[in-house]
């Protein structure tokens, strides 16, 4: 077992953070001011911060101190203990010692991919995906004016559940009858919030779940009520995720085509159908080509396709074939996830680190799916990475042109205010900070999770967050 002792500082977070990546789920003892993980090796470690802001990590034999720039005392600790633990263990991590879900805001702050390796034993390729990514994400948040709001619809149901789903989202096959009141009462929502909002509207997305689950009279019913309450400028970016083919109907399209809606993202996570049906998916991937043909020949010009790596059931050649079909397809937008495991998922963290997908094999078949976009004239406009990835990877969404999305760099980038409706929903309040360019200090204002409670009380929902908003 490992154990790691925290001196001058209680940074257990940070701790833990470095010693998940090498050892699994680690333990805070916080009584005790130490980190313990039982998968580690069997040592004992000291982590100390000195009083001039260096950090120390000692074993038995070995101090590990880096002679380089001091960073703030939270990365420090971590550069100590990643330094020591990437030694002992013979490892090096894709992000080197960087735990955050935002890489790219830490490379905002440097001048080259070189310094992110050098400071933080970022991999090179990772440096430069960082670095790149950043750049593009300030840019098009420039799209974005300050003053502006950005609008979240939320529709948490789905047509069956993908085996390792975490999202809080309703099967409707046992839910159909909440779905109809969902809608109605978000509606409400909409209609209660929508005469206060004096600001202009940037980008708006309509989310799941999969909004597409509604019937068509629902779905059209819900556009409708958006469009009429809310200020949609011809400027404001509308995205409606359209995920699950087997919910994509004509009539859903046209109401989309309607609205002047040209931004759907039609998901097929991977483009084998074995896979596909196995994950509790209930569609094919000639599903996925099919409903897409049937949305660009209705002029839907900006479709995103999500991918997701590491899936189980099958090999990393697989997701790789997976990319090149989509590539095929020519979408605007492709988001390369890969696989992690949340608590609320149905998978096991042992399915999802399969053996077989070990952290080379699924890196390999990453970068090859990134190498394969970028050469088919893709480039990374946004990317985030999750707590518990197990393999320390990333998601990152490509886009050929100009054609990113919004919205996703809005929310991720945490300096824009988002409102969000719908149960589960969480709104955002973004403020400047002095001598912060690109951190905001951020306040939240959660929805209700549980549909049921959300129908019953979504006129208190309204009211405080238009209290939230000073609205
Ligand atoms: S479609 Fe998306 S939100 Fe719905 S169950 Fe599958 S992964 Fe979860």
Redesign the pocket.
């Known amino acids: 077992m490992l154990e790691v002792i925290l001196k001058g500082h209680d940074k257990f977070y940070g701790v833990s953070d470095v010693v998940r990546m090498f050892c699994g789920v680690p333990e805070e003892l916080k009584d005790e001011g130490k980190v313990i993980a039982p998968e580690g090796p069997d040592l004992r470690l000291i982590n100390e911060l000195l009083d001039d802001g260096r950090s120390v990590t000692y074993s038995d034999d070995k101090a590990y101190e880096y002679k380089g720039e001091l960073l703030e005392p939270g990365r420090e600790i971590k550069r100590s203990l990643y330094m020591a633990l990437s030694d002992i263990t013979s490892k090096k991590m894709p992000w080197g010692c960087l735990t955050g879900i935002r890489p790219t805001l830490v490379a905002l702050e440097e001048k080259s991919p070189d310094d992110l390796e050098e400071k933080y034993f970022v991999r090179p390729d990772k440096a430069k995906l960082a670095y790149e990514t950043s750049r593009e994400e300030q840019r098009i948040l420039q799209l974005v004016p300050e003053d502006s709001l950005c609008v979240y619809v939320g529709i ?1 149901f ?5 085996e ?4 809080v ?1 309703s ?1 409707i096959s046992c839910h159909m009858d909440r779905l109809i009141n969902y809608e109605a009462a978000l509606e409400r929502e909409i209609k209660l919030i929508a005469s206060s909002i004096r600001r202009p509207l940037a980008a708006l997305y309509v989310g ?3 909004p597409t689950v509604l019937q068509d009279k629902e779905f059209t019913s819900l556009l409708n009520c958006i469009y009429s309450n809310l200020k949609i400028s011809p400027e404001c970016e509308v995205t409606v995720e359209a ?2 083919p087997d919910t994509i109907t004509d009539g859903k399209l046209e109401a989309m085509k309607d609205h002047g809606i040209t931004r759907i993202c039609i ?1 097929p ?1 991977t483009m084998r159908s074995e896979t596909l049906l196995r994950v ?2 209930k569609h094919t991937a000639e599903d996925v080509i099919r409903i897409y043909d049937q949305a660009c020949n209705m002029g839907f010009n900006l479709i995103n396709m999500d991918l997701i790596a590491g899936l189980p059931y099958e090999e990393p050649e697989e997701h790789i074939e997976s990319t090149r079909k989509l590539i095929e397809l020519n979408p605007a937008n492709i988001t390369v996830h890969t696989l992690y495991k949340k608590r609320r998922a149905a998978m096991s963290r042992e399915t999802v680190m399969d053996k077989n997908k070990t952290r080379g094999t699924l890196d390999e078949c990453v970068a090859e799916s990134y190498k394969l976009l970028e050469e088919a004239g893709y480039h990374p406009y946004y990317m985030y990475r999750q707590k518990d990835t197990g393999h320390g990877l990333e998601n990152t969404g490509f886009a050929k042109g100009n054609t990113g999305n919004l919205y996703n760099v809005a929310m991720m980038s945490d300096c824009r205010d988002v409102l969000s409706f719908g149960a589960g929903g969480m709104s955002k309040r973004c403020f400047i900070q002095e001598g912060e360019l690109y951190k905001h200090r951020v306040e939240r204002c959660p929805t209700i999770k549980d549909v049921l409670t959300y129908i019953e009380r979504v006129e208190e929902m309204a009211e405080k967050k238009i209290r939230f908003f000073g609205m």
Do not use: E, I, M, V
């Open positions: 948490p789905c047509p069956s559940r993908c390792y789903c975490s999202f989202s099967d799941g779940g999969t995920g699950r998901n996570q509790g998916r």
